[in-house]
């Protein structure tokens, strides 16, 4: 459960999809992303909150509203909440609130808690937004492409990035929303790597990082992913097989890629025709 753990970091990863739950704590505040996933990985995190807590203040960043990370939300009924307006004006809420539902359906599981679609006490509306707690500076990046209500946040002092479904060692680009957005994206990734004294990454699934490099090699992999996939003859599928060892499990998703990819592209294509032509 504990998957990393330096000076007032602690990093939680649940048995499934290698989810991960970011615990940062200063003098007066914590701060976890994304609560999850099973009744008893919850019921440790919550342990440890409520170990470390006191009179500290807590709050939580959904980094973006797929269930899986909303679905220990009722778990922390105290804490404030931080997401992107986007998260905030979601129009599937009840469908994502279904899925937890169905979840629990099909595998016989039963909480102490009503997860519930999180309300936000603090809306990210801009790029660049900053929230200072104590002596934490957070900086928050709209980030659309897996999901179109996705956020990176920046933490400083600590040099900590919250990245969401993004940049994992596990998993290729998931595309979700839009891949002109996920382009778009990693670049701001990029922008945020090179710009901000980065020391520890912590994506949503997968590994967290404090190795420059490794981040580096991240977005490299996601850029050159993204500029082949809507000319893949087999040999990216090939790359993404050989280099993440649960692909199979995947592999639909690369498929769905591809067609948003090629999708996207041929209705550019076709409105600027159309501009031309008018």
Same mark, same amino acid.
């Given at each position: 459960m504990f998957h990393f753990q330096e000076n007032n970091i602690t990093v939680f990863q649940s048995s499934l999809y290698m989810t991960s739950t970011a615990v940062i704590q200063s003098n007066e505040a914590i701060i976890m992303t994304d609560p999850n996933w099973l009744p008893d990985e919850i019921k440790r995190i919550r342990a440890f909150i409520d170990k470390h807590l006191g009179n500290k203040d807590l709050y939580i960043i959904y980094t973006h509203s797929d269930f899986d990370h909303i679905i220990g939300s009722g778990a922390f009924p105290e804490a404030k909440v931080i997401a992107s307006e986007e998260f905030v004006n979601n129009p599937n809420k009840e469908e994502?609130?279904?899925?937890?539902?169905?979840?629990?359906?099909?595998?016989?599981?039963?909480?102490?808690y009503v997860p519930t679609y999180p309300e936000v006490d603090i809306p990210i509306v801009k790029n660049g937004q900053h929230i200072n707690l104590g002596e934490l500076s957070l900086t928050f990046y709209k980030a659309p492409g897996h999901t179109n209500d996705s956020l990176f946040t920046v933490i400083e002092p600590y040099g900590i990035f919250l990245s969401g479904d993004y940049l994992s060692d596990v998993?290729?680009?998931?595309?979700?929303?839009?891949?002109?957005?996920?382009?778009?994206?990693?670049?701001?990734?990029?922008?945020?790597?090179?710009?901000?004294?980065?020391?520890?990454?912590?994506?949503?699934?997968? @590994?967290?990082?404090?190795?420059? /490099?490794? &981040?580096? =090699?991240?977005?490299?992999? @996601?850029?050159?992913?993204?500029? /082949?996939? &809507?000319? =893949?003859?087999?040999?990216?599928?090939?790359?993404?097989r050989t280099k993440f060892r649960f692909f199979e499990g995947m592999k639909s998703i690369h498929d769905d890629n591809k067609r948003i990819a090629k999708e996207e592209n041929l209705s550019s294509i076709n409105h600027s025709t159309k501009e031309s032509n008018s």
């Open positions: 994502i609130v279904q899925r937890i539902f169905e979840f629990h359906q099909g595998y016989y599981i039963e909480r102490d998993e290729f680009p998931f595309i979700f929303n839009s891949y002109k957005d996920y382009v778009d994206t990693i670049e701001k990734a990029s922008y945020i790597i090179n710009n901000y004294e980065i020391k520890y990454h912590i994506p949503g699934h997968g @590994s967290a990082t404090r190795t420059k /490099q490794e &981040m580096l =090699d991240r977005i490299n992999f @996601s850029k050159n992913y993204l500029q /082949q996939l &809507m000319n =893949d003859n087999g040999d990216l599928e090939n790359k993404c």
